[in-house]
T-cell receptor
């Protein structure tokens, strides 16, 4: 099983729709989880951290399911500007081991 | 506050030439990283450093060397460039291994 797995998409959704992505991780001892956003030909940017109790930032909600070893990202009221690739990021092992980035899920929001 | 700065932004090399990519961060981060990203693919870790004077291999280290002589700088070297090294290179830094990474805006490298 790969350390971090994501559905590559693309997810094509109309403006105003709600869309959710899941990401599975292999190491049950993982402690840090993040979602990043990457626009075409740009650098990845931190979107939000994922906390055990789940967390929300405006239209974005992140959740962690330790029992099933996945994290999720929910986007409500999608905007055209949400079109991007969303990267799931997990620390797979000890604290000194770099974070592992998923290959990303591509989202296209259509007018 | 510049964050993570990469130089150069673009470069074209001929096969066999050498060059060094520079990454500088002003956030006092301990950890620094070099990634490459090819079209339609995810980030692949080349080398990383957990502090000044340290380096470690990542997923795809062959053909690259790195140095971290100063805490704020992390250099990536290509001794003999090959067409397979044509890519976008991203540098990143973080406080620690489990903290989020902050990225530079990339170096687009073409090797002919």
């Amino acid at each position: 099983r790969k350390e971090v797995e994501q559905d590559p998409g693309p997810f094509n959704v109309p403006e105003g729709a709600t869309v959710a992505f899941n990401c599975t991780y292999s190491n049950s001892a993982s402690q840090s989880f993040f979602w990043y956003r990457q626009d075409c030909r740009k650098e990845p940017k931190l979107l939000m951290s994922v906390y055990s109790s789940g967390n929300e930032d405006g239209r974005f909600t992140a959740q962690l399911n330790r029992a099933s070893q996945y994290i999720s990202l929910l986007i409500r009221d999608s905007k055209l500007s949400d079109s991007a690739t969303y990267l799931c990021v997990v620390n797979p092992y000890s604290g000194n081991t770099p974070l592992v980035f998923g290959k990303g899920t591509r989202l296209s929001v259509i007018a | 506050n510049a964050g993570v700065t990469q130089t150069p932004k673009f470069r074209v090399l001929k096969t066999g030439q050498s060059m060094t990519l520079l990454c500088a961060q002003d956030m006092n981060h301990e950890y620094m990283y070099w990634y490459r990203q090819d079209p339609g693919m995810g980030l692949r870790l080349i080398h990383y450093s957990v502090g000044e004077g340290t380096t470690a291999k990542g997923e795809v280290p062959d053909g690259y060397n790195v140095s971290r002589l100063k805490k704020q700088n992390f250099l990536l070297g290509l001794e003999s460039a090959a067409p397979s090294q044509t890519s976008v290179y991203f540098c990143a830094s973080s406080y620690g291994g489990v903290q989020p990474q902050h990225f530079g805006d990339g170096t687009r490298l073409s090797i002919l």
